[in-house]
């Protein structure tokens, strides 16, 4: 019998003239393992809020349909009713933190349902322990890497002990060993627990091994409902990027310039006096792509604010050539503008034109007029690339640029960065497939922040 259900379930946001989910049915077993998977802005997001009661409840919107979870009808039961059966892990996890230390982070849900107080501090102890952050306990929530404050709220996540678990792109800023052991938890707690998990992905391989069940969403519809065996075999068909470890993207020989961006020896620290950089350095030269990779918490995005101007060094030398501009992890907390197109614009003078084909180049052709918040996630993160690549800057930093994107849009992604040979591209992933992809030279920063060259 299955906890969740969805029957004849469509929705449209208030600002949205189309439907982001069409007649989607789809229930959901207890024990039970389920990844969703669709390109950007094909629904994934909406059906995991729908399950969560966020859909029409926090959204608004029009609603048609049921949506049932464990007995209740979200219609006349809302998130705070589900509270405690239902947790969910956001794909913008600096929008769901409260508190300003982990500790306290991690226990606000298990207060918010009642949990007794003697009890509190262990219980998010133990679920900071399972994500393997028990040491981030004391932390600042301001000072943790993308990576780090994903894993803290998956902890405030399963210390609630839900029999749903919605999972949406959870481990888009994980590098790969903690993207494998939250993957593994998650199948963990459905074989020991009977708990429910219903995730949704862009790095399918890993997902793929180990779900039960694939649904596949294309603009809203569910065009795929079944075992992962046949899952494989009908992506292989119909949707082979899914299943496939991308291709040539068409540039073969690259020639690189004169350094557009050199660090020497640069070292930093955060207010909790944490030396995240130490001693690094790094040379960037026009024409070339260059990934930097590394555990969560090693340095990388404080590494790359350095090379943009963002942050400057407590020792060691910048030296930089021409304008920089970087994509941040969470491009929506920047959101200027009214209009996708005068949101591009801002960087370029107000140049509309500019904008609207810059746009075109990331994909967005069309979306002009859209307003940026009623992007789905890929489509605000393309959005956001466009924004930096209109100014036409001599270094271009991308901080986690596949976060929320399909695989089809990756690989045009890389097809864009290598056409352009006269700037330097720092690109910080966890993202491993798209760093071979796109770039001429892997750097990796160690644990122990020390540079290995690939």
Request: glycine share 10%; with cysteine; charged share 25%.
């Amino acid at each position: 019998m299955a906890l969740a259900r969805a029957e004849n379930l469509s929705f449209a946001y208030p600002a949205s003239t189309a439907p982001a989910i069409r007649d989607v049915s789809a229930g959901l077993a207890p024990g039970q393992v389920t990844l969703v998977l669709g390109r950007s802005g094909s629904g994934k997001s909406t059906l995991l809020r729908a399950f969560a009661g966020l859909v029409p409840h926090f959204h608004g919107g029009r609603f048609s349909g049921r949506v049932e979870v464990a007995g209740l009808d979200t219609r006349r039961h809302g998130p705070a009713r589900l509270a405690g059966t239902v947790a969910t892990l956001f794909q913008d996890p600096e929008g769901q933190v409260v508190f300003t230390r982990v500790l306290n982070e991690v226990a606000f849900g298990l207060e918010n349902v009642g949990t007794p107080p003697q009890e509190i501090e262990a219980r998010a102890l133990e679920a900071l322990e399972s994500v393997g952050a028990e040491h981030l306990s004391g932390r600042l929530v301001t000072e943790l890497s993308g990576g780090e404050l994903q894993r803290v709220c998956l902890a405030a996540t399963l210390a609630l002990e839900p029999r749903l678990l919605l999972l949406d792109e959870p481990t888009s800023q994980l590098d790969p060993e903690a993207a494998e052991a939250l993957l593994e938890l998650a199948v963990r707690l459905a074989r020991d627990r009977g708990t429910t998990v219903l995730l949704s992905e862009q790095r399918p391989a890993l997902p793929l091994t180990l779900c039960d069940r694939v649904l596949f969403l294309e603009d809203g519809h569910l065009e795929f409902d079944g075992p992962v065996d046949q899952a494989r075999a009908w992506l292989e068909e119909h949707q082979s990027s899914f299943v496939s470890a991308g291709g040539d993207v068409g540039v073969h020989l690259r020639h690189f310039g004169e350094v557009a961006c050199r660090l020497d020896r640069v070292s930093y620290a955060y207010q909790d006096h944490l030396l995240v950089v130490d001693g690094a350095s790094l040379e960037l030269r026009r024409g070339e792509i260059v990934a930097l990779v590394g555990r969560n918490g090693s340095g990388k995005t404080t590494l790359a604010k350095i090379a943009a101007g963002l942050l400057e060094p407590l020792s060691g030398r910048v030296e930089r050539r021409g304008r920089a501009t970087y994509l941040s992890q969470d491009p929506g907390r920047y959101v200027l503008r009214e209009r996708a197109d005068e949101e591009v614009a801002v960087g370029v003078g107000g140049d509309l034109a500019a904008a609207s084909r810059t746009l075109a180049a990331v994909g967005l052709a069309g979306y002009e007029s859209r307003h940026p918040r009623d992007l789905s996630s890929g489509e605000r993160e393309r959005l956001a690339l466009a924004a930096v690549l209109a100014p036409d800057p001599d270094l271009l930093v991308l901080d986690e640029p596949t976060r929320g994107v399909d695989p089809e849009r990756k690989h045009e992604l890389a097809a864009l960065l290598k056409a352009n040979t006269e700037r330097a591209t720092l690109v910080v992933t966890h993202d491993r497939a798209f760093a071979r992809a796109v770039a001429d030279r892997i750097v990796s920063l160690a644990p122990d922040r020390e540079f290995v060259h690939a």
